[in-house]
């Protein structure tokens, strides 16, 4: 954790948040999962892709892996480290840095929800875009998007974009 001075305030800076755009190749091209939240969670009713807080002593990519099998139930076939976003958490005066991944999961399968979501949807990624609650997480599908384009993999990046899993 680092300090930075705002005014005559100090704001604390971390590096705590993954989110993670769960995404796979089905017969229409890049499908993405969106979660819906459920009643009385935050943000009820929003669609939204995973999300998750990185524990003591985990690393970003553990984070996504442990948020999707929490989450989803999925074990992701590859995993991308695509971006990174910041969120401030007002409430605790912190500057969230957020590592933003993608885990591509195969086809045919369909996510188990835990509590705090009661819906999904497999959208193609346009259509996800434009239903996701968060412009961070739109942000993300259009670099997904972009890096995933030739329909298979990263193509000249696979090799820097690739998390070994």
Not at 91 to 112: E, K, N, R
Request: net charge negative; charged share 25%.
């Amino acid at each position: 954790m680092t300090d930075l001075v705002s005014g005559d305030a100090s704001i604390a800076l971390r590096v705590s948040i993954i989110d993670l755009v769960v995404a796979r190749f089905g017969d229409d091209g890049l499908e993405i999962l969106l979660l819906r939240r459920a009643a009385g969670m935050r943000c009820t009713g929003a669609w939204e892709i995973v999300h998750g807080k990185i524990e003591t002593g985990e690393r970003p990519e553990v984070s996504a892996l442990r948020e999707l099998r929490e989450e989803t139930g999925f074990t992701a076939e590859r995993l991308y480290n695509i971006t990174l976003g910041g969120f401030y958490l007002h409430h605790q005066g912190v500057l969230s840095l957020t590592v933003v991944f993608c885990a591509m999961v195969p086809p045919g399968i369909d996510p188990i929800l835990a509590e705090e979501h009661d819906a999904f949807e497999w959208l193609p990624i346009t259509s996800a875009m434009d239903r996701c609650a968060w412009p961070r997480e739109r942000e993300a599908m259009s670099h997904i998007q972009h890096l995933l384009r030739n329909g298979s993999d990263a193509g000249a990046v696979e090799d820097v974009l690739r998390v070994s899993i």
